[in-house]
């Protein structure tokens, strides 16, 4: 009877697939990612319209509702534009440098306590391991600018 009981508590424990939708939602959502997404959207979306009311135009108004969507437009549009590399620039490098800035920035987002009091990511020492990769972030754009042989 005891072993039975142990077995049933030991399988009422583990996790289920809800369980660990609901856990998701908690780290990714209620932190604001979708609420700092549609903000952004927002505040894109007015700044645009202001813009284009102070330049008598009519601003964004194709791309969903009163063209709420034109930053989501105009970034998939980014996307498929050709890069231009300066001569003589390392292509590989300047190619590489915002990839590892951009992972840096999203691996520093994970030690941010935003869930039951720890970050995603939490160890002994974290705080010092998050100034190094803060430092390491301007680093790469230190590199991209050498990279492309700009003088500027």
Do not use: C
């Not at 202001?50 to 063209?67: D, K, N, S």
Request: net charge neutral; no cysteine.
């Amino acid at each position: 009877m005891g072993l039975e009981l142990l077995l049933m508590y030991q399988l009422a424990q583990q996790p289920t697939a809800l369980d660990l939708v609901k856990e998701l939602f908690k780290i990714l959502v209620f932190p604001g990612a979708a609420f700092m997404f549609l903000l952004a959207l927002v505040g894109e979306w007015f700044d645009r319209k202001v813009h284009g009311r102070l330049q008598h135009r009519v601003g964004p108004f194709y791309t969903g509702w009163h063209g709420i969507l034109q930053p989501l437009a105009d970034f998939i549009k980014l996307l498929a534009k050709e890069d231009i590399v300066q001569r003589g620039a390392d292509v590989k490098s300047l190619t590489a440098t915002p990839i590892v800035a951009f992972t840096l920035a999203l691996t520093m987002v994970m030690f941010l306590p935003v869930y039951k009091g720890t970050g995603i990511i939490s160890f002994e020492g974290d705080l010092v391991f998050l100034i190094f990769m803060a430092t390491m972030y301007t680093v790469t754009v230190i590199l991209t600018g050498w990279f492309s042989t700009n003088r500027f």
